[in-house]
């Protein structure tokens, strides 16, 4: 498959970090929503879903943000995991500037109006 084909895949925590995201990303991204944690069945369907598409975690620094990261380092390896600095704890309160630039970071094409921002 080229990689031009490829499709690329955030997954987030809840509708707000999605909305954020979104509104920052120039290309064309799927962004799921897990809404919290994620039971195995469900994750297993998900999994199902992501085969041959570039998949990148995007969680809150927080406790619950951990625990799903730890689920899809298990379960989806083969994932690329984002972070935000842990002094904005969650997505959808991080300045628009901070997840800028970790999106650009992992190649992923932004509004560069937002690196102007910092």
Known sequence: MTRELTEKVI???GKSDKRKVKSIIREPVEIICTNGTIGLSKLDELIDTLIDKDVYILVDADSAGDKLR?????????????????????????????LAT???????????EYLDRG
């Open 11 to 13: 997954i987030v925590e």
């Open 70 to 98: 730890r689920q899809f380092k298990r379960e989806l390896p083969e994932a690329e995991h984002l972070y935000i600095d842990k002094m904005y704890r969650e997505v959808a309160t991080a300045p628009e500037h901070h």
């Open 102 to 112: 970790v999106l650009i970071g992992a190649d992923i094409d932004i509004y560069t």
